[in-house]
Nanobody, 123 residues
Framework: QVQLVESGGGLVQAGGSLRLSCVASGRTFSNYGMGWFRQAPGKEREFVAAISWSGVNTEYADSVKGRFTISRNNAENTVYLQMNSLNPDDTAVYYC????????????????WGQGTQVTVSS
C-alpha cells in the first residue's frame, strides 16, 4: 500500500550539495519509518540515514554523519535527504525505503523500496 518515488539525483562536483526527495503514496505514510540507502556499482546496498514516523528520531551512517540530514514532511508525504560536502565516495544509486515501525539501519526491516535515483560526484 506504499509506493515510493525518489528524485533529485544528478551530477555534482565534489564539495557540492544535492537534495533528494522521496514522495510516498498511501494513507498510512505518517505511520512509517523511512530510510535512505545507497548502492555503488559492484557493492552491497548500505545504510545512509533513517527517520522515525514522527521525525523525532534520526540515525546516520558514520560515513555521512555531519554532512547529510534526513527530514520528513508528513503533510506532503515526503522524506528528504540533504547532502552537503559531497565527495566521489558518495556516488551511488540512492533508494528510499519504508517500514511500519522504525527500522533504523537494519535493511531487513524495510518492506517497501523506491526505484532509486543516481547521484554522481565528480572530482
Amino acid at each position: 500500500q506504499v509506493q515510493l518515488v525518489e528524485s533529485g539525483g544528478g551530477l555534482v562536483q565534489a564539495g557540492g550539495s544535492l537534495r533528494l526527495s522521496c514522495v510516498a503514496s498511501g494513507r498510512t505514510f505518517s505511520n512509517y519509518g523511512m530510510g535512505w540507502f545507497r548502492q555503488a556499482p559492484g557493492k552491497e546496498r548500505e545504510f545512509v540515514a533513517a527517520i522515525s514516523w514522527s521525525g523525532v528520531n534520526t540515525e546516520y551512517a558514520d560515513s555521512v554523519k555531519g554532512r547529510f540530514t534526513i527530514s520528513r514532511n508528513n503533510a506532503e508525504n515526503t522524506v528528504y535527504l540533504q547532502m552537503n560536502s559531497l565527495n566521489p565516495d558518495d556516488t551511488a544509486v540512492y533508494y528510499c525505503a519504508a517500514e511500519p515501525y522504525y527500522g533504523g539501519s537494519y535493511i531487513n526491516e524495510y518492506d517497501y523500496w523506491g526505484q532509486g535515483t543516481q547521484v554522481t560526484v565528480s572530482s
